[in-house]
């Protein structure tokens, strides 16, 4: 599915199926303005105001839903803390002005651990045929209060390799138990390390292949 681009005089609302992994909190949250199952248009900023939409957005781990005003003035911002949530058995979600590869990537998305997906670096839903387990509540290392907890996260997903995650970030559990708390992180994205989220090396012995 390409990008979808809804407007009303308030908002509008950029849809991008590519990127979506069907996490269904729009469509259980908000069926009147996200209606599931329908022909024709489905998508229904007018039926709410702005802010009810971005709150839709914030819900919205994979960053396939984004807002903004009809003049294209961003109307989200960036979090006080830059989160990176370990799914059960699914991806990475990122909540941080990310940068991805040389690109601008805005404030969310879910990013690939299993290996699978057919859109590397983004989670494309594989895991869940793929049989991909990984515990969504990973053993906590000790780590001291980050002296600052926001601003710019680079992830460079590494050639036949881990992402390699640079800036302020809490690593969070599922559950919401703060995991561990970095500056700089080599997480796996091969689906096989012995040591998830963090990679081990292990994509090396298996011929894990990535750009």
Partial sequence: MSKEIVSDAEVTIVFDGTRCIHSRNCVLDRPDVF???VQGAWIHPERVSADEVLEIAHNCPSGAIQVQKPDGTAMEKAPIVNTV??????????HAPLTIGDTPDGYRATLCRC???KNKPYCDGSHATSGFVATGEPATTPSEPLAQRNGPLQVEPTHNGPLHV???MELVSGTGR????????WLCRCG???????????????GFVAD
């Avoid at 703060?178 to 992180?185: E, F, G, P, Q």
Wanted: charged letters at 20%; glycine letters at 10%.
């Fill in 115 to 117: 290996g699978a997906s």
């Fill in 178 to 185: 703060t995991l561990n708390r970095m500056t700089d992180a």
């Fill in 35 to 37: 209606v599931p199952n």
């Fill in 85 to 94: 949530r370990v799914r059960e058995n699914g991806p990475l979600a990122f």
């Fill in 192 to 206: 096989h390390s012995a040591n998830k989220p963090y990679c081990d090396g292990t994509h090396a012995k298996i």
């Fill in 166 to 168: 640079t800036g302020d």
